[in-house]
Nanobody, 119 residues
Framework: QVQLVESGGGLVQAGGSLRLSCAAS????????MGWYRQAPGKQRELVAD???????NYADSVKGRFTISRDDAKNSVYLQMNSLKPEDTAVYYC?????????????WGQGTQVTVSN
């Protein structure tokens, strides 16, 4: 069984920074794309950023220039450095990974971590 465990959320003032981490554990043959999504109250879950196994990145327009996604394949981990945070960044952030376990390949989700940005 594969698990994704996130950490690093919390309460921060506008303009501050947070770094989210997500580690995958279990029987893992390979990890393809990894990403971060977020869901604010009353809104749909949206993509924040993702990164391919080759290191190509993609960001939502709302976070470009402020957030940076990275990964460490040796640790089966993905990170999200969030700078210049705004109140509208407040949401539950979810880690997502496309993982192959020998013959099975599917997407996995973490449990979510709350990020709250105050004025």
């Amino acid at each position: 069984q594969v698990q994704l465990v996130e950490s690093g959320g919390g309460l921060v003032q506008a303009g501050g920074s947070l770094r989210l981490s997500c580690a995958a554990s279990g029987i893992i043959f390979s990890i393809n794309a990894m990403g971060w999504y977020r869901q604010a109250p009353g809104k749909q879950r949206e993509l924040v950023a993702d990164i391919t196994s080759g290191g190509s990145t993609n960001y939502a327009d709302s976070v470009k220039g402020r957030f940076t996604i990275s990964r460490d394949d040796a640790k089966n981990s993905v990170y999200l450095q969030m700078n210049s945070l705004k109140p509208e960044d407040t949401a539950v952030y979810y880690c997502n990974a496309d993982i192959r376990q020998t013959a099975v390949r599917r997407a996995y989700w973490g449990q979510g971590t709350q990020v709250t940005v105050s004025n």
